[in-house]
T-cell receptor, first 109, second 114 residues
């Protein structure tokens, strides 16, 4: 099956800093989603972005499908951005999302 | 619409007991998915329904696990004879048919088997 790798596994930032989270995938995808999992376990959908660039406030995402990667940018980070960020992909005839292992982000005040 | 709702939020059970979780999807979503997440890992697919039909089951779903979606609305996930290895977060998600629609996840049910 498809492999989804996220990097770096852990990231520590000072409040106000910018960061880039990366997701590589091993095969072509029909869709890609970025999620933020808060400390209570809720997975919050940030973007679904099979290709191109989208922006939502301080967050933006870019997927380059032909090169099989996606990037999530966080600008002017805040402590509330802390948590685990997951990339998940949907492929071919499958209807299930395959997740990466996640990136744990800690934003310090 | 209040999103995807899961009950209970937490469940502690003794090894060998049966447990049942419930998921209420977004009302207009015809697809419903169950995932399991263990500590430090991403969610792993268990099974999914399109309306009331269960279309795919993961190898992770042993014969002690059963899922139903009797009227194409809410779903239940039952685990029989629980084992300590079943301790995990069980997540439910729903979507519309079509890969271009995103998934919406519930808050999950955290199961602890003691």
């Amino acid at each position: 099956g498809i492999q989804v790798e996220q990097s770096p596994p852990d990231l520590i930032l000072q409040e106000g800093a910018n960061s880039t989270l990366r997701c590589n995938f091993s095969d072509s995808v029909n869709n890609l989603q970025w999620f933020h999992q808060n400390p209570w376990g809720q997975l919050i959908n940030l973007f679904y972005i099979p290709s191109g660039t989208k922006q939502n406030g301080r967050l933006s995402a870019t997927t380059v499908a032909t090169e099989r990667y996606s990037l999530l940018y966080i600008s002017s980070s805040q402590t509330t951005d802390s948590g685990v960020y997951f990339c998940a992909v949907l492929t071919g005839a499958n209807s299930k999302l395959t997740f990466g292992k996640g990136i744990t982000l800690s934003v310090r005040p | 619409d209040t999103g995807v709702s899961q009950n209970p939020r937490h469940k502690i059970t003794k090894r060998g007991q049966n447990v049942t979780f419930r998921c209420d999807p977004i009302s207009e979503h015809n697809r419903l998915y169950w995932y399991r997440q263990t500590l430090g890992q991403g969610p792993e697919f268990l099974t999914y329904f399109q309306n009331e039909a269960q279309l795919e089951k993961s190898r992770l779903l042993s014969d002690r696990f059963s899922a139903e979606r009797p009227k194409g609305s809410f779903s239940t996930l039952e685990i029989q004879r629980t084992e300590q290895g079943d301790s995990a977060m069980y997540l439910c998600a729903s979507s519309l048919t079509g890969s271009y629609y995103g998934y919406t996840f519930g808050s999950g049910t955290r199961l602890t088997v003691v």
